[in-house]
């Protein structure tokens, strides 16, 4: 069965300090792996997402995660944060059974602070 | 277009009251989604459907909570009675199946308190 898990459940930071927000994940399927950001009382919106090709991706807002089979990871990173990039991260990975279900992590606070 | 369009935004009830919160997917969109955020417990997949046929609602919590999908471009999802435990913030999305698919698109979520 396939799961998701968030390894910090807060990340304080300083503006324009660099980031990473980790996720692992099992799959027994073919791997697709998405981020999302939810804005202070907003719904989720897609980040980025891996479903095959380059384990580099880049999404909105200059983030990026790096897909690696060997350690079930994949992590988001962004070089420089500001104080808008305060939200709640999510990374999900798709369910089993041939449907479009997404099996969501239980998601990561990031506060940025000046 | 306009998104994943979910009414009321927000929505205030006593105990025992009945709750119908509703969604629009996105146009042609073939996959629907119901959740639930709490601060307990995350984020919560009630039930899906594909093509208006319920898939798997074996996230919903009791026979208080029902959905229906009567056609490509509406959903609701009913609690009654309604109590306070039932308090949170649902969310609606849809996807269309294809490949390279599987993203989800969010509405902006129905807040629910129950006094």
């Known amino acids: 069965a396939q799961s998701v898990t968030q390894l910090d459940s807060q990340v304080p930071v300083f503006e324009e300090a660099p980031v990473e927000l980790r996720c692992n994940y099992s799959s027994s399927v073919s791997v697709y792996l998405f981020w999302y950001v939810q804005y202070p009382n907003q719904g989720l919106q897609l980040l980025l997402k891996?479903?095959?090709?380059?384990?580099l991706v880049k999404g909105i807002n200059g983030f990026e995660a790096e897909f690696n089979k060997s350690q079930t990871s994949f992590h988001l990173r962004k070089p420089s944060v500001h104080i808008s990039d305060t939200a709640e991260y999510f990374c999900a990975v798709r369910g089993d059974g041939g449907y479009n279900k997404l099996i969501f992590g239980a998601g990561t606070r990031l506060a940025v602070h000046p | 277009d306009a998104g994943v369009i979910q009414s009321p935004r927000h929505e205030v009830t006593e105990m025992g009251q009945e709750v119908t919160l509703r969604c629009k997917p996105i146009?042609?969109?073939?996959?629907l989604f119901w959740y639930r955020q709490t601060m307990m417990r995350g984020l919560e997949l009630l039930i899906y459907f594909n093509n208006n046929v319920p898939i798997d609602d074996s996230g919903m919590p009791e026979d208080r909570f029902s959905a229906k999908m009567p056609n490509a471009s509406f959903s609701t999802l009913k609690i009654q009675p309604s109590e306070p435990r039932d308090s949170a913030v649902y969310f609606c999305a849809s996807s269309f199946a294809q490949r390279g698919g599987h993203e989800q698109f969010f509405g902006p979520g129905t807040r629910l308190t129950v006094l």
């Open positions: 891996y479903l095959s090709g380059s384990t």
């Open positions: 146009s042609g969109h073939d996959y």
